[in-house]
């Protein structure tokens, strides 16, 4: 099983909303990422988890919380977000130990604020 | 500051022909380097990956070759198939503290391979 699955696969929000992005993964890996992605421009790293701990916080605004709440699910908590969130948020995954170092990544969800 | 370059935005082939997706990159510490493919509204798919101590790495039809000295590297598909036609990502691994893997992507490339 090479899958990595995210939920919802759409998500309009208010700006006053809360949602929460969820992921999981059952390939065993011990590193999961989140990634957001605008039209026409690569990944962005947001979050490193390695060993259900934030690893890497790459300056992310606070209105973004990440959780991990054990090694196979990842959540990515929303709170008054603004319209340039906007975006594809990606899940991916990886085994750390071993070469090589993939990443495998789930659909997305298409997330719009209003 | 942008480290990993796809400098083509976009790459038209005939079926049948071979496509070279190119790629340059500035940090020498990068270690492994790794090929996405993305179809629109879908996650990117790993394809193909090198690690720095080589030069080049085949997988059907699909090869990369890494130029260490140039701090280049590129991605043949052959023969190129209709279905291949995605955006392909370059991707660079930096390790970084604990083990982590963190990826640096390139800008991608639309390849439109065309029957």
């Given at each position: 099983d090479t899958e990595v699955t995210q939920t919802p696969k759409h998500l309009v929000m208010g700006m006053t909303n809360k949602k929460s992005l969820k992921c999981e993964q059952h390939?065993?890996?011990?590193a999961m990422y989140w990634y957001k992605q605008k039209a026409k421009k690569p990944p962005e790293l947001m979050f490193v988890y390695s060993y259900e701990k934030l690893?890497?916080?790459?300056?992310?605004?606070?209105?973004f919380s990440p959780e991990c709440p054990n090694s196979s699910l990842l959540n990515l908590h929303l709170h008054?977000?603004?319209?340039?969130?906007?975006a594809l948020y990606l899940c991916a995954s990886s085994q750390?130990?071993?070469?090589?170092y993939e990443q495998y990544f789930g659909p997305g969800t298409r997330l719009t604020v209003t | 500051d942008q480290q990993v370059k796809q400098n083509s935005p976009s790459l038209s082939v005939q079926e049948g022909r071979i496509s070279i997706l190119n790629c340059d990159y500035?940090?020498?510490?990068?270690d492994y380097f790794l090929w996405y493919k993305k179809y629109p509204a879908e996650g990117p798919t790993f394809l193909i990956s090198i690690s720095s101590i080589k030069d080049k790495n085949e997988d059907g039809r699909f090869t990369v070759f890494l130029n260490k000295s140039a701090k280049h590297l590129s991605l043949h598909i052959?023969?190129?198939?209709?279905?291949?036609?995605a955006v392909y990502f370059c991707a660079a691994s930096l390790l970084g503290g604990g083990a982590t893997n963190k990826l640096i992507f390139g800008t991608g490339t639309l390849l439109a391979v065309q029957p």
């Open positions: 390939m065993g890996h011990r690893s890497i916080n790459e300056s992310v605004p606070s209105r008054a977000l603004q319209p340039e969130d906007s750390e130990y071993r070469d090589p | 500035t940090n020498s510490m990068f052959v023969p190129s198939q209709p279905g291949d036609s």
